[in-house]
């Protein structure tokens, strides 16, 4: 098993924290996002950790003496969504667990003993444009909406299979080959082939994870974490 980070972003909502620190490097509770992510898979037994960076990539290089992370830079952060940054790893998909570096994990969520392709997600409420996903009896996920509302909504946290992370590798080399791919993020990819993988949502509690994205989640974050006392 692997595992791929992506914190390529600009993290221009959390301005001016980011005008001179990566947005994943941004601390909550103290703890820059990235690196507890980075602990929690070592935690796991996942030692093969490759991070994508761009904006500012420079100031991650102290991560590879720290933790024996493997860099590799996104000279495009600023041209494309998430897709090209995903794009730049793809071979590296198959058996791999892949993180959003702007997400603070409370709590140690991830599964190693899953058995097929996963999005970790939980219940989160009234969000305004959140990928929410929609599943059947069996945990299957059939479709994957972006909307409004109360619902399950990943979590940023996802595990691909050999046999899944090889179709969502070649279908991410089309979309770069054949398509008009500025504005698409890599789960658009997933999105598309709900019928081709077997992806199952890992559900997490509401309160195991922090998407910040804005100063609001950052302070909603460090006040919540700081009552729990993490």
Do not use: C
Not at 198 to 217: A, Q, R
């Amino acid at each position: 098993m692997k595992a791929i980070i992506l914190a390529a972003g600009m993290g221009t909502r959390l301005r001016p924290l980011t005008n001179d620190t990566p947005k994943s490097l941004v601390k909550v509770a103290g703890e820059p996002m990235i690196e507890r992510q980075i602990k929690f898979l070592k935690e796991k037994g996942i030692n093969d950790i490759i991070v994508v960076t761009g904006y500012l990539h420079e100031k991650f290089e102290y991560l590879k003496e720290r933790y024996s992370v493997k860099l590799i830079h996104n000279d495009k952060y600023n041209l494309y969504n998430n897709i090209y940054t995903m794009y730049l790893v793809r071979d590296y998909l198959q058996d791999a667990f892949v993180t959003e570096a702007d997400v603070f994990m409370v709590n140690n969520f991830i599964k190693t003993d899953l058995e097929h392709s996963t999005y970790f997600a939980g219940i989160k409420h009234d969000f305004e444009q959140e990928w929410i996903l929609k599943f059947d009896e069996n945990d299957r996920i059939y479709d994957i909406v972006i909307e409004g509302g109360t619902d399950y909504i990943i979590a940023g946290v996802s595990y691909w299979t050999q046999k899944d992370g090889r179709i969502i590798k070649e279908k991410l080399e089309e979309a770069i080959d054949s398509r008009n791919y500025k504005d698409l993020y890599w789960d658009n990819i997933v999105q598309e082939n709900l019928n081709n993988i077997n992806l199952k949502i890992t559900k997490v509690n509401s309160d195991d994870w922090f998407e910040v994205d804005s100063l609001e989640d950052l302070d909603q974050a460090n006040n919540y974490l700081l009552s729990k006392k993490l």
